[in-house]
Every structure is written in structure tokens, then in C-alpha cells.
């Protein structure tokens, strides 16, 4: 925005100054002369200049037409930029979606591993069911914890980069 103002700025400038003269005045001052002895040697010169260019080509025209060109590219830019936030937002937002409707899924996963080892430890506590499914069934009800365990760090990770990009603490 600041840049756009900039550029506006500049155009308004030009226009302004395409017809006007120039004002200008300068200094010099200091010694001047033979040996080291500054003694009667100073000087001090003081000038005023007047620039008036009624004709110069065109180029007035062409720095006007310049800066009204920059001002459109600046705001071409911040429109695209501003669609590409959106964008990045949009994603963002799906992203986290995504990954709580993976926690829900890995909760309900759980669960069920959750039934089915509670059912394979009453079966193996009375000698019906083999060690190895007793544990395969306990692997299993690790394996759903573990998998939503690592799914609540990615909705963690997911807000925090949705955070990040609509600049939230």
C-alpha cells in the first residue's frame, strides 16, 4: 500500500513538475593559493540557477507515463499477493479439517482396537485364544494409540502453521 501511495506520489510529482522551471542555488567555499598559509586565501562563491526546459523530447511525458505503469504493476502485485494469502488460508484451513477428521478417525480406531483387546484378554485369560493373538491384539490397540497420538500433533502442527500465515500469536 505504501508503495502504491509512493508511486501515485511520484506521478502527481512529475505532473506537477512537467511544466515548471527549475529553481536552484549552491555553495562552495575554501582556500585557494600557494604554500601552507591559509592567511587571504579564502574564497566563497554562491550561485542561483534558473532551468526552464520547454522541450525536451518527450521525456516528460515518458516519466509520467512511467510512473502511472509502476503504479499499475504495484497494484497488480498486491492484488496477487493478496489472492495467494487467501490461498494459503484456504489451504490451511483444509489441511486442519483434514487432520481433525484424522484424530476423529484414530479415536474411533481406538476404540475398536480398544473392544477387540479387552474381548482377546478375557479369551486368553481363560486359555482359549493363542499368546500371539493376545499380542497382536495388544500391537494393535498400541499401534491406534500411537497413530492418534502422532495425528493430534499434526492438527497441533496444522493450526500452528494456520496461525502463522493470518499472523495469530
Known amino acids: 500500500d505504501l508503495s502504491i501511495q509512493a508511486s501515485q506520489q511520484a506521478v502527481g510529482l512529475n505532473e506537477k513538475a512537467a511544466g515548471l522551471p527549475s529553481l536552484f ?18 574564497y566563497f562563491v554562491v550561485q542561483l540557477g534558473l532551468q526552464w526546459n520547454i522541450f525536451k523530447g518527450f521525456e516528460r511525458k515518458s516519466k509520467i507515463s ?3 505503469i509502476q503504479t499499475d504493476l504495484l497494484e497488480a502485485q498486491k492484488s496477487e499477493l493478496e489472492n495467494q494469502i487467501a490461498l494459503q488460508v484456504t489451504q490451511a484451513v483444509h ?3 483434514a487432520a481433525r ?4 478417525t484414530g479415536m474411533a ?16 485369560r481363560n486359555n482359549q485364544v493363542l499368546l500371539v493373538e493376545y499380542l497382536k491384539a495388544h500391537n494393535d490397540l498400541l499401534t491406534a ?5 502422532i495425528a493430534k500433533y499434526d492438527v497441533l ?12 500469536p
Do not use: C, P
Open 145 to 149: 494409540r500411537i497413530q492418534l497420538s
Open 25 to 42: 542555488l549552491g555553495g562552495n567555499t575554501g582556500f585557494q593559493g600557494y604554500g601552507y598559509s591559509f592567511a587571504h586565501q579564502a
Open 109 to 124: 480406531g481406538v476404540g475398536k482396537a480398544g473392544q477387540y483387546f479387552k474381548l482377546t484378554d478375557s479369551r486368553y
Open 66 to 68: 512511467q510512473a502511472r
Open 101 to 104: 477428521q484424522t484424530v476423529l
Open 157 to 168: 502442527a496444522k493450526q500452528s502453521a494456520l496461525n502463522k500465515i493470518i499472523a495469530l
Open 95 to 97: 489441511e486442519l479439517e
